[in-house]
C-alpha cells in the first residue's frame, strides 16, 4: 500500500488528439488496470457513461450541471483509495482543465486561471500529481478549434477566422503564460506535442508509451469525430446563421455531409480551398509565437532545436472569405423548400 496515490492529469490541449486518448482509454479501462493505471469512471455518483472528466474540471470552475464539488470530493477520495490499494496510478483527462477560469475574479485573465488551477490543486491534493498537456502548432490548433465551434455551432463559430485567431490570442493561445501559471500551482509539470506524437500516425500509443503505459496488444480506436473539412466549414459557416436551438445543429451536420451537399460542393467549390488569407499572413501569425515558442523549448524540450516543425508554403492554399453567391442560392432553396432537412 503506497503512502500518496499518484494521479496523471492529462489536461488539454483541445485538438491534440484528447477525444482519440479518451477513447482508447475508456475502450480499454481493463486492460489499463490490471497494468496499474485507474482510469476512472463516475460511478456510483453518476452512472452516466463519458469518456473524458470534463465534469470534475467543470465543477471545479462552478459551471457543471452533472456534479458538485462536493461530489467530486467524494470521487477523488474513493479514487485515492482504490490506487493506495494496489499502488495503482489514476488517469484522468480533461482538456477543459485548459481553459477553465475562475469567474468570480474580477481582475484578469493571469488572476482567473491561477485561481481555477489553485481550486483545482486543492481538491488533488492527496494525490502526487503530475500534469501533463500536449501542445500544438498554433496555426494548425487555432484552425482545427475554429473548425470544431463551426461544426458544432457555437457562437464563436459564426464569426469570421480571422476574428476567431484575435479572440483566442486572449486566452487559449497563451501557451506560455498558461504554462508558468500550471508550474506555479503544480510540481509536475510534463509538455509534450501533438506534431511528435502523431507523426508515425500512432497517436494513442504514442501518448501512453510517453506517460509510461504499455499498451501492447491493445487496439487502436481509429477516427473517434471526423472533422470537416475546409469546404465543409464554409458551407458550416453560411448554415450557422440560420441555427436557432441547438438540437437543429444534428440535423443540419447530417445534412452537410449528405449526397446532395456534397455534389454542390464538388461543382462550386475545389478541394484547394483555405481558411488562411495568404501564406504570408499565416507565416506572420506563427512568428508572433516565436519568442514564446523558444521559451518552452528551452525549458521542456532542451534536447530539441525548435518546439514545432516549420510551416511549408505548400501547406497553405487558396484563400475562400466565403461561399460563391450561386452556392448559396441552392442552399437557401433546398434549406426552405417543401422537403427542408431542417425545421426553422
Given at each position: ?11 488539454g490541449?483541445?485538438?491534440?488528439g ?6 482508447f ?21 453518476s ?9 470534475l474540471?467543470?465543477?471545479v ?14 470521487l ?7 490506487a ?7 488517469l ?10 475562475d469567474?468570480t ?17 486543492e481538491?488533488?491534493?492527496d ?5 501533463v498537456?500536449?501542445?500544438?502548432r498554433?496555426?494548425?490548433?487555432t484552425q482545427?478549434?475554429f ?7 457555437t457562437?464563436l463559430?459564426?464569426?469570421?477566422f480571422a ?7 486572449e486566452?487559449?493561445?497563451?501557451f506560455?503564460?498558461n ?17 511528435d ?7 494513442c ?13 491493445l ?11 475546409v ?7 453560411y ?8 438540437k ?6 447530417a ?26 499572413v ?7 509565437f ?9 525549458k521542456?524540450?532542451p534536447?530539441?532545436?525548435?518546439l514545432?516543425p516549420?510551416?511549408l ?16 442560392e441552392e442552399?437557401?432553396s ?10 426553422f
Amino acid at each position: 500500500m503506497t503512502a500518496v496515490a499518484r494521479l496523471i492529469f492529462h489536461a488539454g490541449l483541445p485538438k491534440t488528439g484528447t477525444t482519440a486518448v479518451q477513447a482508447f482509454a475508456a475502450r480499454h479501462r481493463e486492460a489499463l488496470k490490471d497494468r496499474g493505471f485507474i482510469y476512472p469512471t463516475f460511478e456510483p455518483i453518476s452512472s452516466k457513461y463519458m469518456e473524458a472528466h470534463h465534469h470534475l474540471a467543470h465543477a471545479v470552475a462552478d459551471s457543471s450541471h452533472q456534479l458538485s464539488l462536493a461530489e467530486v470530493s467524494d470521487l477523488l477520495a474513493s479514487w485515492n483509495q482504490a490506487a493506495s490499494f494496489k499502488d495503482d496510478t489514476i488517469l484522468l483527462s480533461a482538456e477543459s482543465v485548459w481553459r477553465h477560469i475562475d469567474s468570480t475574479i474580477q481582475v484578469g485573465w493571469i488572476a482567473q486561471r491561477q485561481a481555477f488551477l489553485e481550486r483545482l490543486a486543492e481538491q488533488l491534493q492527496d494525490f502526487e500529481v503530475k500534469m501533463v498537456i500536449v501542445l500544438r502548432r498554433q496555426d494548425t490548433f487555432t484552425q482545427s478549434l475554429f473548425m470544431e465551434h463551426v461544426m458544432k455551432g457555437t457562437k464563436l463559430g459564426t464569426q469570421s477566422f480571422a476574428q476567431f485567431r484575435l479572440k483566442e490570442r486572449e486566452t487559449t493561445l497563451r501557451f506560455w503564460e498558461n504554462l508558468r501559471l500550471f508550474s506555479s500551482v503544480f510540481s509536475n509539470v510534463a509538455v509534450m506535442t501533438y506534431d511528435d506524437l502523431s507523426k508515425d500516425k500512432n497517436l494513442c500509443h504514442n501518448f501512453f508509451k510517453a506517460i509510461g503505459v504499455s499498451t501492447e496488444g491493445l487496439e487502436d480506436v481509429g477516427v473517434v469525430r471526423k472533422s470537416l473539412s475546409v469546404e465543409e466549414t464554409l458551407i458550416k459557416i453560411y448554415l450557422n446563421r440560420f441555427l436557432k436551438e441547438k438540437k437543429q445543429n444534428k440535423k443540419l451536420m447530417a445534412w452537410l455531409r449528405s449526397d446532395t451537399i456534397k455534389a454542390l460542393a464538388k461543382q462550386y467549390l475545389s478541394d484547394n480551398e483555405d481558411l488562411w488569407e495568404s501564406y504570408a499572413v499565416r507565416k506572420a501569425f506563427l512568428d508572433s509565437f516565436s519568442e514564446e515558442n523558444a521559451l518552452i523549448c528551452s525549458k521542456y524540450f532542451p534536447d530539441k532545436k525548435q518546439l514545432f516543425p516549420d510551416l511549408l508554403p505548400q501547406e497553405t492554399k487558396k484563400f475562400r472569405a466565403k461561399i460563391p453567391k450561386e452556392l448559396r442560392e441552392e442552399i437557401d432553396s433546398s434549406l426552405f423548400g417543401n422537403d427542408a432537412p431542417v425545421k426553422f
